[in-house]
Each structure stands twice: as C-alpha cells, then as structure tokens.
C-alpha cells in the first residue's frame, strides 16, 4: 500500500499538519483504534478468545512503529522508550501540542474569548477562524451560543441583521456572507467610477495626476 508522505516531527512548528497526517495513515491501515480504546482483557477471562488479544497486540505494535517512523532522529531517542502506540502518542503530544488545555478551558477557546472581528479584514475569514477556536471548547457550544457569541463580537452593522430573527450559527453566516457582497460590490461600483472619470478627462490632464499620484506613492 502507498502512502503519502509525512515530513518528520522534529519541533512544535507543524505539529498540527503532523498530527493529522499521522492520524489519518493510522486510520488507513486499520489501527488507530489503539490510541483511543482499551485493549481487551488478558486471554482467557471472561471468554475473550486468544486471538483477540493478538489482534490487539499486533495492531498496537504497527501504531507505535507508524508514530516512531513520522519522528525525526533527533527527538526519536525521546520517545522510543514508551512501549505502546497510545503511551507514544500522548506523550509527543505533551510535548509539542500548544494548543492542550492547562487551565479551564483550551487555549484556542481562551483565544476566542478575546477574539474580535477587524472590518478591515475579510470577515468571512475572520468568522471560520472565530468558529474553529469556538469549536474546541469542551463540552462544545451550543448552536445558540455559538451564534450568540459571534452576534456580540460581530460589527454592528451585521449583528443587528442576526439579531433580528432566529440565533444560529447558518444565519450568522448568510448575514457575513451578504455583507460581504455588498462590500465586493461597492469596491466594484468605486473601481468602475474611478475609471469611467479617467476616461472622461483629457489625456494630458490624465496623464498629469497619474504622474502626481505616482509621486504621491
């Protein structure tokens, strides 16, 4: 079986990418189920035949290996010594996941709680990153508060439209959506204006405040 390429963990930066990569062969090849349920009891109590437990052992043993080979040879030595996939797996993550909750609530979540929208950047963009940091609060948000917490951060211009009707997070993002638009379409209405005025003026008068304005710059 072929797979993709993973490029080694070997700090912090692209530890996420790493993450998901890692994750995502380990779910192609049928084991990641270790890093998350445990393992079956020992052969023989209540009924649970021999294979299964060689099953386990045989599925944790290709999780470890698939985590030890995405490492690179300066921090492999760190972790080889942690004898099971979900063992490994922790503890890499320990180590380099900057976004693991120490405190209340994860820092992404204690990120969103200062987030504030800047009408000067896409908003659209700015809401799918408010919603990602929203989404890590554990237990999650609710449709309602989510939608809520957005209504109170958004420009008021666009939260007096959600505001006025049902509070979810689809109506948040039709009321960001349209704004949108109408913001593309008033720099198109600006653009066209500015060019049809050029086109109107004599060419030397033109030329003249073009010239002006590249000095200006």
């Known amino acids: ?37 445990d393992p079956p ?15 386990w052992a ?20 760190d972790y080889a010594r942690h004898a099971t996939g979900r063992a ?3 503890a890499v993550a320990r180590t380099y996941d900057v976004e693991a909750s120490f405190g209340l609530y994860p820092r992404s979540y204690d990120r969103f709680l200062y987030f504030q929208f800047d009408e000067g950047v896409p908003l659209p963009e700015q809401l799918a990153h408010a919603e990602a940091l929203a989404a890590t609060k554990d ?14 951060r958004l420009p008021e211009k666009v939260a007096l439209v959600i505001s006025d009707g049902d509070m979810t997070m689809d109506r948040v ?31 030397g008068k033109a030329a003249h405040r073009r010239r002006r304005q590249g000095k200006l710059l």
């Open 1 to 37: 079986m072929a797979f993709l390429p993973i490029k080694l963990l070997d700090s912090a930066d692209g530890y996420l990418r790493w993450k998901e990569s890692v994750l995502l062969r380990l779910h192609t090849v049928g084991v990641a189920h270790v890093l998350s349920d």
């Open 41 to 55: 009891a020992p052969a023989g109590d209540d009924g649970v035949p021999a294979a299964a437990a060689k099953k």
């Open 58 to 77: 045989r599925d944790d043993a290709v999780c470890r290996g698939h985590i030890l080979a995405a490492l690179s040879d300066r921090i492999l030595p």
């Open 88 to 90: 490994l797996w922790r």
């Open 139 to 152: 237990p999650p948000l609710s449709d309602f508060s989510m939608a809520h917490n957005m209504c109170i």
């Open 173 to 203: 993002w039709r009321a960001v959506l349209r704004n949108e638009e109408r913001r593309i379409e008033k720099e198109d209405r600006e653009l066209r204006g500015t060019v049809a005025r050029e086109a109107q003026e004599p060419e």
